[in-house]
């Protein structure tokens, strides 16, 4: 089956620091891949995407690159701030039939300043 | 203007009470979505429909009943809670009937059930 599978948590910074978030999926076929972030209290809002092998998504300096061949989507940050914290989220949608988002447990963010 | 909206933001109800919760898009998506999140933050999806019509329908329990009235509005139906329906439901639409494109959430509705 479909799956994802990212790093525990939680996760805490000091501020400027460098982020990783380890995502590893099993899929069937060519999965999208996204990264979702939850503010405290709030909704999920979409990150970034990658639609295909060796595509990098990018947003509000945020990074993750399509991996095929390690089935890996990392989320980097070069310098977080205290407005990252959140948790974040990685998720995958596989092609043909009843298309649905599988997402991952989560991964919590504190970035203390 | 919110792009979507779920009523009410939180519900704290008794055990064998029956309760709804309302989603509305105005992003003129066609397939719109509930998922359930847990305590420890876990998302499933619990339904999704496409112009009204029901394309995923989890292992859910029959209590939970969804009705969309028109492709703009999902609406989630519970019957007889149990405290294990404690969570965080979002409702969720997407463009063009496919689940591929970027899914936009409410901001949740938090039910407790005591």
């Known amino acids: 089956g479909n799956s994802v599978t990212q790093m525990e948590g939680p996760v805490t910074l000091s501020e400027e620091a460098f982020l990783t978030i380890n995502c590893t999926y099993t899929?069937?076929?060519?999965?999208?891949l996204f990264w979702y972030v939850q503010y405290p209290g709030e909704g999920l809002q979409l990150l970034l995407k990658?639609?295909?092998?060796?595509d990098k998504g990018s947003n509000k300096g945020f990074e993750a690159t399509y991996r095929k061949e390690t089935t890996s989507f990392h989320l980097e940050k070069g310098s977080v701030q205290v407005s990252d914290s959140a948790v974040y989220f990685c998720?995958?949608?596989?092609?043909?039939?009843?298309?649905?988002?599988?997402f991952g447990k989560g991964t919590k963010l504190t970035v203390n300043p | 203007d919110t792009a979507v909206s779920q009523t009410p933001k939180y519900l704290v109800t008794q055990m064998g009470n029956d309760k709804s919760i309302k989603c509305e898009q105005n992003l003129g998506h066609d397939t719109m979505y509930w998922y359930k999140q847990d305590s420890k933050k876990f998302l499933k999806i619990m339904f999704s429909?496409?112009?009204?019509?029901?394309?995923i329908n989890e292992t859910v329990p029959n209590r939970f009943s969804p009705k969309s009235p028109d492709k703009a509005h999902l609406n989630l139906h519970i019957n007889s809670l149990e405290l294990g329906d404690s969570a965080v439901y979002f409702c969720?639409?997407?463009?063009?009937?496919?689940?591929?494109?970027?899914?936009?959430f409410g901001p949740g509705t938090r039910l407790l059930v005591l």
């Open positions: 429909y496409n112009n009204k019509e029901l394309i």
């Open positions: 990658a639609t295909k092998a060796d």
């Open positions: 998720a995958l949608i596989t092609q043909g039939g009843s298309e649905k988002l599988v």
């Open positions: 969720a639409s997407s463009q063009l009937g496919g689940a591929r494109e970027t899914q936009y």
């Open positions: 899929a069937t076929g060519y999965p999208s």
